[in-house]
């Protein structure tokens, strides 16, 4: 007899599910698209607002900060309060309006006061879209389709690029007005995605144990398996405090997601300055490289999926991992232009397609469903916050030495850690339900 609510909530309805993940791709191609535009002109406003190595440096300090404690909040409000509206809604409307307001920008206090908040909401957004999405599609290819959303950040990097090489000539102001409509068009559209079957279940289990109902509690819990001693223990700290799977799994992935975001500041956030300054390539050329990294880069992310489902979301994780700290190498030893620009190509998918393909339906599967939002928010804040040191660090090196230093400490040395560190996770057997893995 098939579970009730799992077949509820893991919808077989292909309608639907062919709905979901269009508008979710939309989203985070969106929110990829407004974090991009700022990588594409940081060139532009360095030399518009006359900012120094260092001062660049702090701005991503600054936006990644603002994301560690959006992020936070934001997943620790899912498990409280439901995954739709945090999702579907609010994030994305945030980062429109403070998209928006880039527009207006006048001085350097104002630009990192906007980034940062249009930044943070947008990066909420993976996190909410981990949550709900992977609780809503079947097991059986979970892996699959959710690597399809998060192939929309590399269409949002090709988006980015497009709109950068065509506006750019009506200054970098003018290219973040590209980025307001269609972030309010998706935020509407998502008003028909259901809330989480999942979540549904046990805010159920929650209210008949206020109201100690034993029978509802029994009922319910034969449905779908729900911890109860450790229901209410939902907070970071209550996460951290308890020993047993759920620690040593948050532990681990934060221990991964740290290095794997500290290294990728080098060839994803600071790539264009570092190659028209120290590669000497024009911030056209820079934007084009991007432009075919992000726009091949999608099949990339289905690839990681699709490899995820036959042999193991780990092995894909651990072989991505290991392969970034030889290719940030090579990139920073290589002089010949076609020879770097390939280098680039393969470094875009270790760092995003085939690692994102797997790793982001990797972390769904890890927790329980009465945590899954505040573990997934706490790790998407590790994400932050290793771009937050990543950029703290490529501030302190450029400001006593060269930008190529910077990159042999943040993308090669971390990068070689983050491969090393991708062997402390388990492996976990794909097609499971959630509740099979973990409770």
């Avoid at 006359?50 to 992020?71: C, H, M, Q, R």
């Avoid at 207006?104 to 630009?111: G, K, P």
């Avoid at 490529?394 to 400001?399: D, E, K, L, R, Y």
Wanted: glycine letters at 10%; aromatic letters at 12%; a positive charge.
């Amino acid at each position: 007899m098939s579970n009730p609510v799992t077949s509820r909530v893991a919808d077989s309805n292909s309608r639907y599910t062919v709905y979901l993940i269009i508008v979710a791709v939309a989203g985070w191609a969106l929110a990829s698209y407004d974090s991009n535009l700022l990588v594409l002109t940081l060139p532009n406003i360095k030399d518009d607002l006359g900012l120094s190595n260092g001062l660049v440096g702090l701005l991503g300090f600054i936006v990644y900060g603002a994301e560690f404690i959006i992020t936070l909040f934001i997943g620790y409000a899912m498990d409280q309060r439901g995954r739709k509206f945090f999702m579907w809604m609010f994030c994305l409307s945030m980062a429109a309006i403070f998209t928006g307001l880039t527009v207006f920008v006048q001085n350097y206090w104002q630009l990192a006061l906007v980034r940062a908040l249009a930044s943070g909401f947008a990066q909420a957004e993976l996190a909410v879209s981990i949550t709900l999405v992977n609780e809503q599609v079947q097991a059986r290819r979970r892996g699959l389709l959710y690597s399809i959303v998060q192939g929309g950040y590399p269409i949002g990097v090709f988006l980015a690029s497009g709109v950068y090489l065509l506006t750019i000539s009506h200054g970098w102001r003018f290219v973040f007005l590209w980025g307001v409509v269609p972030l309010v068009v998706v935020a509407v559209g998502r008003s028909k995605i259901r809330e989480s079957g999942r979540f549904v279940h046990l805010k159920a289990v929650r209210d008949a144990v206020a109201r100690k109902d034993r029978a509802k509690v029994e009922e319910l819990t034969q449905e779908i398996p729900v911890d109860l001693a450790d229901l209410e223990k939902g907070s970071v700290r209550g996460l951290f405090a308890t020993p047993g799977p759920v620690r040593t799994s948050l532990v681990r992935l934060s221990v991964v997601w740290l290095f794997y975001a500290t290294a990728f500041v080098a060839p994803n956030i600071y790539i264009t300055v570092w190659l028209t300054d120290e590669k000497g390539w024009s911030a056209g050329g820079a934007a084009t490289l991007l432009l075919v990294a992000g726009g091949i880069g999608f099949l990339f992310y289905v690839l990681g999926g699709a490899l995820g489902e036959r042999y193991g979301r780990r092995t894909v994780l651990l072989v991505s991992g290991v392969l970034v700290g030889p290719l940030n190498l090579a990139l920073l030893l290589t002089t010949n232009k076609p020879a770097l620009a390939i280098l680039y190509f393969l470094a875009f998918q270790a760092t995003n397609g085939t690692w994102s393909g797997a790793g982001y339906s990797y972390q769904a599967e890890s927790f329980p469903t009465r945590v899954r939002g505040t573990a997934i928010g706490w790790l998407a804040s590790m994400f932050a916050a290793g771009l937050m040191l990543g950029s703290l660090l490529w501030t302190g090196i450029v400001s006593v030495a060269s930008e190529n230093t910077a990159w042999l400490v943040v993308g090669v040395v971390l990068g070689f850690a983050q491969g090393a560190s991708t062997f402390i996770l388990p492996a976990i057997r794909p097609g499971q339900e959630l509740e099979a893995i973990a409770t």
